[in-house]
């Protein structure tokens, strides 16, 4: 896990802020979750097809990608409002790049059409030359998602799949996308519990992986 020191420009000003990338489409800063508006990255544990077939890990080269844009760079977040899991939906920038548009246009996100428009001409962009996500076979992640959550809502206990561990890095939430899902066991003795959605979890004092 890697952490950055960058120079955060909020709408109040600016402040020396902790940044830390939790995957391809979102930062934490300082405590607080930012989530990039427009744009739908691969899952951390998600895996895609290159042109002759082979898997490759979308996910991660995705998370790797954000973190190379924010490395030492000033960033900016304008804020749009907050989902229902408290994070805060934004629009960020790293020395003046827009980082949605950079995503999307090297081919590590989609572009979030149920919520905005705003990068279809960067992903069409994208798919026209076959980058990343788009050299070859590729499930959208919001499919993605979907798919693994009825699979694990079938196996867990009430048909809350969301498994809240606790380990040395504190208390931690794995959603059935995260690549240590299948590995992570619960232990109610310890006080680990099952969650029906991101936001109990939440709520109840669990956080999301970092994988950087």
Known sequence: MHRLLVLLLLMTGAAEASVRV?????????????????????????????????????GKRATDALFELVDGKVVRCRAHGADRYGRVIATCSADGRDLARVLVENGFAWAFRKYSDTYVADELRARHAKRGIWQGDAQPAWEFRKQRWANASQQA?????????????????????SPWYSRTKISPAKGERWFCDEAEAIAAGWRAPLWH
């Open 22 to 58: 939790v995957d391809g489409d979102t930062l934490e800063i300082n405590g607080t979750t930012y989530r990039i508006d427009g744009i739908d990255a691969p899952e951390a544990g998600q895996t895609c097809k290159t042109a002759t077939g082979r898997d490759w890990r979308c």
């Open 157 to 177: 206990p009430d048909g809350c799949p969301i498994k809240g561990n606790i380990s040395k890095h504190g208390r931690i939430y794995h959603a059935p996308w």
